[in-house]
């Protein structure tokens, strides 16, 4: 693996064969947690494939010319041609994989494949999950000197790194980027100790004999584990929606609502989250109609009475979509009134879903004892039914699920496993 500047771009790039190329930025977590998987398939690939790195603050000219204007940014080249995928943010090994092996024959990826040793790796407890909950349980085990592991198929975080702000969280005058809290939690704990393993894939998980299988070659190995994936958008799961998923419906005003200015949104949904990201969403649309099954907002008072402030919003009551369509630009909702039965259509140029959310359970809910819903349940110590195996966060079943909520429960679970280590 080489580092090289734009200078030599031409050259070692346009001028080679088979090249892949990392952008990548200092304090940059998603690219401290890139390197390691690209320095591994530089070693594996790097007969076939030459593997360079370019500091993308020091050579702007070249990232802005290849449209590169986020870190990390790996792209692929075949004899000076861009061919592959663009991989950016949060970039998986198998992610790499796929795309190396496309530049090379079928039997040379077999071979290398041939190559990979697998690798076993122990610890004292494995966290699944990077939220506020896993987080927490890191740092307060790194600083009992436990040896613990975070392994996340996303960068840590979790839901807070695409909340707009926060502005219940004890400790700060002024409302908080959900990014910045994430990233002061996420480098806290690392930098107390406890190692991330993030932006992976995670192929089993046996919670019987606490152990788990990552990129396909790692099995991690743990006295306790705890889990904390936390929930993700809860589907209406009416006709359309799958079909225009990121094709103009959307989950995540922080990631999307930009992509609207001066445009009509409807948002969906009418408890705090649906509002607060309604007020976010208006800085750039022209319009929001929200559209909610209630009489009324479940939302807290304060958001309500911005959001009936707010001349861009208006309000559908006691009424659910039926389904979506797109037809050019524009989203068509079908609506029914509850009440009356009235059924009517909506249109807009994007649609915010905000209707809730679901445990994020698929990788390990055989065995587990959950309540009605799916939520995980535990006693007072954050244990599930099964012996050394602790849940927290959102995914665990309780009334409350906020951020401080979460942080308590990592904090109960870390001391618990704390004493039942007793190391």
Not at 166 to 178: A, D, K, T
Request: net charge negative; glycine share 8%.
């Amino acid at each position: 693996m080489k580092e090289i500047t734009q200078k030599e771009f031409k050259q070692e790039v346009l001028h080679g064969d088979k090249v892949a190329v990392d952008f990548y930025s200092t304090e940059c977590p998603p690219c401290e947690a890139l390197a390691p998987k690209f320095e591994n398939l530089a070693e594996l690939y790097g007969k076939e494939v030459k593997f360079v790195k370019i500091f993308r603050q020091e050579n702007r000219d070249l990232a802005e010319s290849l449209d590169i204007k986020g870190s990390p940014t790996v792209i692929f080249y075949d004899n000076g041609k861009l061919v592959g995928d663009r991989l950016t943010g949060g970039i998986k090994r198998s992610e790499l994989v796929q795309n190396l092996n496309t530049l090379i024959p079928e039997e040379k990826a077999a071979e290398i494949k041939k190559k990979i040793k697998p690798k076993v790796t122990e610890y004292d407890v494995l966290i699944l999950g990077g939220g506020p909950a896993g987080l927490t349980a890191g740092l307060y085990l790194c600083q009992a000197r436990i040896k613990a592991a975070l392994v996340d198929i996303q960068l840590p975080g979790g839901q807070i790194s695409t909340t707009h702000k926060i502005s219940n969280y004890p400790g700060f005058i002024e409302p908080q980027p959900g990014y910045m809290l994430a990233h002061f939690m996420t480098e806290q704990t690392k930098i107390c100790g406890t190692k991330y393993k993030v932006a992976v894939d995670v192929a089993q998980v046996d919670l019987v004999n606490k152990k788990i299988v990552v990129d396909e070659y790692e099995t991690i190995h743990a006295k306790k584990i705890i889990l904390a994936t936390g929930a993700a958008p809860r589907y209406l799961n009416v006709p359309g929606e799958k079909e225009l998923k990121g094709n103009g419906i959307s989950y995540c005003a922080t990631c999307d609502a930009k992509y609207f200015n001066d445009k009509e949104v409807i948002v969906v949904g009418g408890g705090n989250t649906a509002i607060e990201e309604a007020e976010f969403i208006a800085k750039f649309a022209s319009k929001i109609t929200i559209i909610h099954q209630f009489d009324k907002l479940q939302a807290n008072k304060e958001a309500q009475e911005k959001a009936f402030a707010n001349p861009k919003i208006e309000f559908v009551f006691d009424t659910e979509p039926r389904g979506f369509e797109r037809n050019g630009n524009r989203i068509f909702v079908k609506t029914e009134n509850l009440k009356t039965k009235e059924i009517n259509t909506l249109e807009a140029d994007g649609v915010f879903i905000f209707v809730g959310m679901r445990p994020n359970t698929e990788l390990f809910s055989q065995g587990l004892e959950t309540d009605e819903w799916g939520y995980i349940k535990t006693n007072e110590d954050m244990l599930t039914n099964i012996e050394g195996v602790y849940a927290v966060g959102d995914i665990r079943s309780k009334k409350y699920r906020q951020i401080t909520t979460a942080v308590a429960d990592g904090t109960i679970a870390a001391i618990s496993v704390t004493r039942e280590l007793d190391i």
